[in-house]
């Protein structure tokens, strides 16, 4: 009987090594586009990011410094920006700033105010009210950023309410229906009519059975208790926002050891409010009223007065949050009044971090 015998033959060395040469090669192409679709996500993921923030902080502060010198139905003073320091304050002075923390000066004057900060952290022009002196002097938490700009804005809300009834004496207590604006104790507030306004501090509230909220404005948290005038059941009354906008380093850093930089706002009372990270440089520059016509100029400009201010250029260096670069970045970046980068007055550190600068006009209709 004959038996069929089966032949099995297997895979030789060479087609082994062969193969393996093959798989290694189709892996290591797969883990490079595996890491080129990585990093592209996560380079979109970061300008995505930087534009989100972009755009919400240049909104924000677009929204806020156009608002400059809001104060209701008064009719906006008349300006002479040829004759600024002749201007009869007794006379224009339509709003009185009561409350001790605000500069005892007419609002005119401060509601609006523009600083550029040195190498040293010395600002110009040189700061005459008392919380810009302090936040150079370093009295808050954060200091500003060198080299980077600082802008105050002051104004009333544009919500407002009336007072529920009419007031006897200066010195009366101001009485509104509920708390719809949410006013508490330490708040400024403004309380006006279209011929005259005041600027309190709330230093005690109380709200009876019926709703209505009584509002104090006692002395020492105010200059004076007494109002400029008793005012009638047509008045309005409105939170007076007091806003310092600067950049300033957060105390925290990257994974690999880079500096992270935040935009700050500070208000009154001094408390900081840290509105986004990631923040390096806030730059201005400014559109000035002259007898020769509309100046573009800096804070720190000898001519500079913010009075005379009629719209400026706003800009931000935003950085995202991850090493996305192939080396680290070393461009210029060109912001309102500066360029920003290697062997620039502003420069930044070396990093891999992307960055972005950002730049918007802001028209300012209100004077106070």
């Given at each position: 009987m004959n038996q069929t015998s089966s032949y099995q033959q297997g895979f030789t060395l060479?087609?082994?090594?062969?193969?393996?040469?093959?798989?290694?090669?189709?892996?290591?192409?797969?883990?490079?586009?595996?890491?080129?679709?990585?990093?592209?996500?996560?380079?979109?993921?970061?300008?995505?990011e930087i534009q989100d923030r972009g755009r919400t902080l240049l909104n924000h502060l677009a929204f806020n410094i156009k608002q400059r010198g809001y104060q209701g139905c008064l009719p906006p003073m008349s300006l002479n920006v040829d004759n600024v320091d002749a201007i009869d304050w007794a006379n224009e002075a339509s709003v009185t700033p009561l409350a001790a923390v605000l500069a005892d000066m007419p609002y005119a004057m401060t509601s609006l105010l523009a600083y550029e900060v040195n190498n040293a952290g010395t600002f110009a022009p040189v700061p005459a009210t008392t919380d810009m002196q302090n936040l150079q002097n370093g009295d808050l938490d954060r200091t500003p950023r060198p080299n980077s700009d600082i802008i105050h804005v002051e104004y009333g809300d544009r919500r407002s309410v009336t007072l529920f009834s009419e007031m006897n004496t200066e010195l009366s207590s101001i009485e509104?229906?509920?708390?719809?604006?949410?006013?508490?104790?330490?708040?400024?507030?403004?309380?006006?009519?279209?011929?005259?306004?005041?600027?309190?501090?709330?230093?005690?509230?109380?709200?009876?059975?019926?709703?209505?909220?009584?509002?104090?404005?006692?002395?020492?948290?105010?200059?004076?208790?007494?109002l400029s005038k008793p005012y009638d059941t047509t008045a309005r009354v409105r939170k007076f926002n007091y806003f310092t906008y600067f950049v300033a380093d957060s105390e925290r850093e990257t994974v690999t050891g880079d500096t992270i930089y935040s935009l700050y706002r500070a208000d009154h009372q001094e408390n900081l409010v840290e509105l986004s990270d990631g923040i390096e440089f806030l730059q201005m520059s400014y559109k000035q009223e002259s007898a020769q016509g509309v100046q573009d100029m800096t804070a720190d400009d000898i001519n500079f007065d913010p009075m005379?201010?009629?719209?400026?250029?706003?800009?931000?260096?935003?950085?995202?949050?991850?090493?996305?670069?192939?080396?680290?970045?070393?461009?210029?970046?060109?912001?309102?009044?500066?360029?920003?980068?290697?062997?620039?007055?502003?420069?930044y550190g070396r990093n891999k971090l992307l960055k972005t600068p950002f730049r918007t006009h802001v028209d300012i209709k209100n004077r106070a």
């Open positions: 060479v087609e082994l090594m062969i193969a393996s040469a093959l798989g290694i090669f189709l892996m290591g192409a797969i883990i490079q586009v595996f890491n080129q679709s990585r990093a592209t996500v996560t380079l979109n993921q970061s300008v995505n509104i229906e509920g708390n719809p604006l949410g006013f508490s104790v330490g708040d400024l507030i403004m309380i006006g009519d279209c011929t005259g306004a005041d600027i309190v501090e709330i230093t005690s509230m109380a709200t009876s059975g019926g709703g209505i909220t009584t509002i104090e404005h006692a002395a020492g948290l105010n200059r004076n208790a007494r005379k201010v009629t719209g400026l250029e706003l800009g931000l260096l935003i950085t995202g949050h991850k090493n996305v670069l192939m080396n680290n970045d070393s461009k210029l970046y060109r912001l309102p009044g500066a360029i920003i980068g290697p062997n620039q007055r502003a420069d």
